[in-house]
């Protein structure tokens, strides 16, 4: 079985300060890895995927993750955020072959002037 | 420009009652997918399917149901329903792959049980 862990439930951040937004995940097969953000009162909407090839991707709004499988991480990050990057966060994982997606429990970021 | 609704957004009901949530997607895919958000246990799936005719039960399934007529529709139905059910549901899809297309969400529908 499928399993992701957001350790952080919630991470404050002043604005323009860089943050990392942790993501472990546990699979016996190869996996693809997503990270979707949530702003308030909305639905999910996609930030990057990891699916192969190179493990440092790059996303939209200048998020960045980076996949290491021997540490099975995803762990997000961005090195200078805005007040608009407040939102919920949340890591995904599945497998080749499956077309379901396993979720963690989310990070709330918080940032502030 | 294609895109999911879901209906209504918001909605309070009584313990008991039977309650249908709408979701329609014009993306025409193949895949669709019902979750519950609640705080501290992030998305969790109920139901979902693969195509029409098409319905599979996930790890929340109690208590609801689906069914797939078309492409474009998945209603999530609450049979009875309960105060535990009270949460904010959204649906999504995505098109048929081996696991690597993204998911497009709903805005969702805040479900009181009253």
């Known amino acids: 079985a499928q399993s992701v862990t957001q350790l952080d439930s919630q991470v404050p951040v002043f604005e323009e300060a860089p943050v990392e937004l942790r993501c472990n995940y546990s699979?016996?097969?190869?996996?693809?890895l997503f990270w979707y953000v949530q702003y308030p009162n909305q639905g999910l909407q996609l930030l990057l995927k990891?699916?192969?090839?190179?493990?440092l991707v790059k996303g939209i709004n200048g998020f960045e993750a980076e996949f290491n499988k021997s540490q099975t991480s995803f762990h997000l990050r961005k090195p200078s955020v805005h007040i608009s990057d407040t939102a919920e966060y949340f890591c995904?994982?599945?497998?080749?072959?499956?077309?379901?997606?396993?979720f963690g429990t989310g990070t709330r970021l918080l940032v502030s002037p | 420009d294609a895109e999911i609704t879901q209906s209504p957004r918001h909605k309070i009901t009584e313990t008991g009652r039977q309650v249908t949530l709408a979701c329609h997607q014009t993306?025409?895919?193949?895949?669709m997918f019902w979750y519950r958000q609640d705080l501290g246990h992030g998305l969790r799936l109920i139901h979902y399917?693969?195509?029409?005719?098409?319905?599979n039960k996930g790890e929340v399934s109690d208590g609801y149901s689906v069914s797939r007529s078309n492409t474009e529709d998945l209603p999530l139905t609450l049979e009875s329903a309960a105060s535990s059910q009270t949460s904010v549901y959204f649906c999504?899809?995505?098109?048929?792959?081996?696991?690597?297309?993204?998911?497009?969400f709903g805005p969702g529908t805040r479900l009181t049980v009253t």
């Open positions: 995904a994982v599945t497998s080749w072959g499956f077309q379901k997606l396993v």
């Open positions: 699979s016996s097969v190869s996996v693809y």
């Open positions: 990891y699916l192969s090839g190179s493990t």
């Open positions: 999504a899809s995505s098109a048929e792959s081996s696991g690597s297309n993204e998911q497009y």
């Open positions: 399917s693969y195509g029409v005719q098409d319905t």
């Open positions: 993306w025409n895919h193949n895949n």
